[in-house]
């Protein structure tokens, strides 16, 4: 209790002033020896002033308010990670305004210092979740860690196809560790701590305000190489995870979308700004095939990838399924196949798990 009493005393004293807070641990190493340093120690920290000294020195046993926040922490079920602690990812800290300490909910692993951010829109289109899905499933076949926000659209199905494919994942949350937002993410949520983390610098019990997100996306992208952005408006949350990339020296991608769809706009608009431009995994690799653990298990930019086990019919029809939703009419113009023998050719690359049909009469590539 006396170490989390220090830590959380610290936080209080210098809130919102993450640089403040990462000098001071980089000097003193722990809240130990900062708060029995003399004054004249403290202010020779660029930043500390005397009025900060004063209450760090003035510093008294914990009060009733930290003694409830310590029982929260503890029955919450959370492990408490501060900025000296082992377990503390070393990206975060090397960025400018790292927090001070995180509350986790299952474990990081070395293999996360290799992780890729995926933002984008809590509205996505059949097309965003496909490449999401896809995306995230092939950076994490190839061992990379998969990091996003927990929130609706993107981040959830980024979070799922990771799992799905065997890897791990960390959500990054703007409430308290003990508060699923949204609510429809409970499953989810469990999943992730039991397979992968989930991690939040806001204490138990703080709810998902507004103001709490920008804060949250700092650490989305500082916990990774590099953060992809998939549909996102020309205002969106994604653009700011991108703003604190570029500041933290990060990489940023963007998938192209529709230019006719304001779900595209932000992303489309990080291209023309120089971001690179994501049409398959094989983008965002190639800025990191030294880290590359092992071979990819799917290739998306073959896209007649497994069509030795396809009828030279089939793969002509496969061939004219995209990520984007077609109209089986669109396909039989396309093809020039019958329609009767386009109909029966899809229900065999439906059967064989090539191709999903959506309402509409529309289909799909399925992610392999």
């Known amino acids: 209790m006396e170490k989390h009493y220090l830590w959380l005393m610290l936080a209080r004293i210098l809130k919102n002033r993450g640089v403040l807070s990462r000098r001071l641990i980089e000097r003193f190493s722990d809240p130990e020896t900062i708060f029995s340093a003399s004054m004249e120690e403290l202010c020779h920290i660029e930043g500390v002033t005397e009025d900060v000294a004063a209450e760090i020195k003035s510093t008294r046993p914990p009060g009733g308010d930290i003694r409830d926040e310590i029982k929260k922490i503890e029955d919450s079920g959370c492990r408490f990670i501060p900025m000296n602690h082992p377990d503390y990812p070393d990206r975060l800290k090397d960025i400018h305004d790292p927090p001070l300490f995180l509350y986790l909910k299952g474990r990081l692993d070395p293999q996360d210092s290799y992780a890729i951010a995926m933002v984008g829109t809590r509205r996505p289109t059949t097309y965003g979740r496909r490449v999401a899905e896809m995306l995230a499933g092939e950076l994490s076949s190839a061992g990379f860690t998969i990091v996003s926000g927990m929130a609706r659209g993107i981040d959830s199905v980024a979070h799922r196809a990771a799992l799905k494919a065997g890897g791990r994942s960390i959500g990054v949350l703007g409430c308290g560790i003990d508060i699923v937002y949204p609510g429809e993410n409970t499953p989810l949520f469990t999943e992730m701590a039991e397979r992968g983390a989930i991690i939040s610098e806001f204490p138990v019990g703080t709810g998902p305000e507004k103001k709490n997100f920008p804060q949250r996306n700092r650490v989305i992208s500082g916990l990774s190489l590099g953060t992809v952005v998939i549909e996102a408006a020309e205002r969106s949350g994604s653009l700011i995870t991108t703003r604190f990339a570029l500041e933290q020296g990060r990489e940023v991608f963007a998938v192209p979308g529709d230019i006719n769809s304001e779900m595209s706009m932000g992303a489309n608009n990080l291209i023309k700004q120089g971001a690179k431009l994501v049409t398959n995994t094989g983008d965002i690799l190639e800025e990191f095939a030294q880290l590359l653990t092992h071979p990819l298990k799917h290739d998306i930019r073959n896209s007649s990838t497994d069509d030795r086990s396809l009828s030279g019919d089939e793969g002509g029809i496969y061939e004219r399924i995209t990520l984007q939703p077609k109209h089986v009419d669109q396909i ?37």
């Open 332 to 368: 039989i113009v396309e093809s020039g196949v019958a329609p009767q023998k386009v109909m029966q050719l899809l229900l065999g690359l439906e059967i064989k798990g090539f191709v999903e049909q959506l309402p509409g009469n529309c289909y799909v590539k399925a992610v392999l």
